[in-house]
Nanobody, 117 residues
Framework: QVQLVESGGGLVQPGGSLTLSCVAS????????MDWFRQAPGKEREFVAT????????NYAASVVGRFTITRDNAKNMVYLQMNSLKPEDTAVYYC??????????WGKGTLVTVSS
């Protein structure tokens, strides 16, 4: 029902910043919770951040609190992840996901973020 496409990944030095974007099509974007997950090499996919339907309520993994900010623009069907003070351990494929009220979950294909000198 919902298709998601992430963009904005790339190579960044430790301490640098990067902003990821995710555009959604299909369904009604404003009816979905939006999440960011990431999967580092050799590790399981982990939760990064979530944002409620109106963009008011957010929650973050402890590892990114104070460094990452999730936002959404319902008029553009977009969700963003602003990443600051990046660390090598932030290196991962970052996935955008949408959650419906009946808990159906949809995933993008991911965008790679590499934090390295």
């Amino acid at each position: 029902q919902v298709q998601l496409v992430e963009s904005g990944g790339g190579l960044v030095q430790p301490g640098g910043s990067l902003t990821l974007s995710c555009v959604a099509s299909g369904g009604t974007f404003s009816n979905y919770y939006m999440d960011w997950f990431r999967q580092a090499p050799g590790k399981e996919r982990e939760f990064v951040a979530t944002i409620g339907t109106s963009g008011i309520v957010t929650n973050y993994a402890a590892s990114v609190v104070g460094r990452f900010t999730i936002t959404r623009d319902n008029a553009k069907n977009m969700v963003y992840l602003q990443m600051n003070s990046l660390k090598p351990e932030d290196t991962a494929v970052y996935y955008c996901s949408a959650r419906s009220v009946d808990d159906m979950k949809y995933w993008g294909k991911g965008t790679l973020v590499t934090v390295s000198s």
